[in-house]
Structures are given as structure tokens and as C-alpha cells.
């Protein structure tokens, strides 16, 4: 089921619910936030729904779902390190938020929001690390308003800018999906022994085949 026809059906409350689970709730890493604003923002234009709750309630969401993933860390600490992967958690993408938060410290906050994974463990990973609640909610607030709003208004503005943009949706979620995932993409091959990794995988796929 295309996006077009799923988010009617689970409503304006199933999006809110959506954005707040990938935000901040571990075992919504895998849920799709770029598109699914996206997609909102587009059929807000269409009047199947209203766009100023929608964008007020996806940053409120966006926020409070980060701010409930901070405490979570700050309350269960490092012991999620030690914890086995199961289909709701991977530690491999916390162990990658983490990193992510060394390089780039608190304006990870902000960054990590058009990330898919790293954006529902950087709260956590912020938790962890004790960073001060008054200083996460202040970058967890811009970075929350720039990702909710700012998706949902591109595609709100494209739906009513462009005629029949419905026939070139798909391309342009599949391009959305395709810029989220290049920061990650960057930070894994700027790394030589990820690129040496990734070299001998597919060297030994080739030599298999």
C-alpha cells in the first residue's frame, strides 16, 4: 500500500503517532519520517488534511518523541549497550549514533533529524551522555522545526505549485529516501577501514559468483 492511500487510512493522529515513535522510541528506528512527512505535506494540498494542525502537530510530536528517547537514555544509561538485537533494537545503530555525536556534539541533535536510524538514537546517545536537558531541548526545538515542518511544507508546496505533481510522487519520495541516507553513506566511506570492508565484501561476492 502506497503512502497515498495508507496515511488517510490511519489518520492525522496515526502520522502524529508515527513521528513520535521514529523520534526518540528505540524500537522506531525502522519507521519512514522523510517520506511519511513528506507525503502528509502533499495530500494536506489536496484537502484530505489540514495543514496548520498537521505541521503543529508533527513538531510537537517530533519534539516530545526526542525528549521522551533523552530520558530514556539518560534513566537506562549504557546498559542498552550490552543488550542482544532483537527486530525492535539494533545496537549497530546506536553504536553509529554515538559515533555520529563524537564528531559532531550537540549540533548532532539537529543533523541526525534527516538521518533514518541515527535520528531515533541521538536522543538517546544525548541521554546517555548527560548533556543538559535545557541545552538538548534547545537544539532538539530547531532541529524538530526545521525536519516536521519543513518536509511537511515541501511537499504541501509542491502539491499546490505544481499541476499533477501526483504523477511524479514516487520519484520524488525515492529521491528523498536517497538524500537521507547520504550523510550516513558519507561518514562510512570517509572511513578507511569501512571502505577496506566494503572493498573485500564485494570482491568476495564477485569471486563467489
Not at 497515498?4 to 492525522?12: A, K, R, V
Not at 513528506?38 to 484537502?47: D, K, R, W
Not at 553509529?96 to 556534539?105: P, Q, R, S, T
Amino acid at each position: 500500500m502506497e503512502f497515498t492511500e495508507l496515511l488517510p487510512t490511519i489518520g492525522i493522529f496515526g502520522i502524529f503517532a508515527i513521528v513520535f515513535a521514529e523520534s526518540g522510541l528505540f524500537f522506531g528506528f525502522f519507521l519512514p519520517g522523510d517520506s511519511l512527512l513528506f507525503t502528509a505535506g502533499f495530500l494536506a494540498s489536496q484537502g484530505i488534511f489540514q495543514i496548520v494542525p498537521l505541521t503543529i502537530g508533527c513538531f510537537l510530536c517530533a519534539v516530545a518523541g526526542d525528549s521522551v528517547g533523552y530520558w530514556f537514555g539518560h534513566k537506562v544509561g549504557r546498559r542498552l549497550f550490552n543488550r542482544d538485537n532483537s527486530v525492535f533494537f539494533h545496537k549497530d545503530h546506536l553504536i553509529k549514533a554515538e559515533k555520529f555525536y563524537e564528531i559532531h556534539g550537540k549540533k548532532t541533535i539537529i543533523l541526525a533529524r534527516f538521518m533514518p536510524a541515527v535520528r531515533t538514537f541521538a536522543p538517546i546517545v544525548a541521554g546517555i551522555g548527560k548533556m543538559e536537558y535545557k541545552t538538548f531541548i534547545s537544539y532538539n526545538v530547531v532541529g524538530g522545526f526545521i525536519w516536521s515542518v519543513g518536509l511537511t511544507m515541501l511537499g504541501y508546496v509542491l502539491g499546490e505549485s505544481i499541476p499533477n505533481v501526483d504523477k511524479y510522487l514516487l520519484p520524488i519520495i525515492g529521491l528523498i529516501v536517497i538524500l537521507s541516507i547520504l550523510p550516513q553513506t558519507y561518514h562510512i566511506l570517509k572511513e578507511k577501514d569501512n571502505r577496506d570492508k566494503i572493498w573485500k565484501f564485494v570482491r568476495t561476492r564477485f569471486k563467489s559468483s
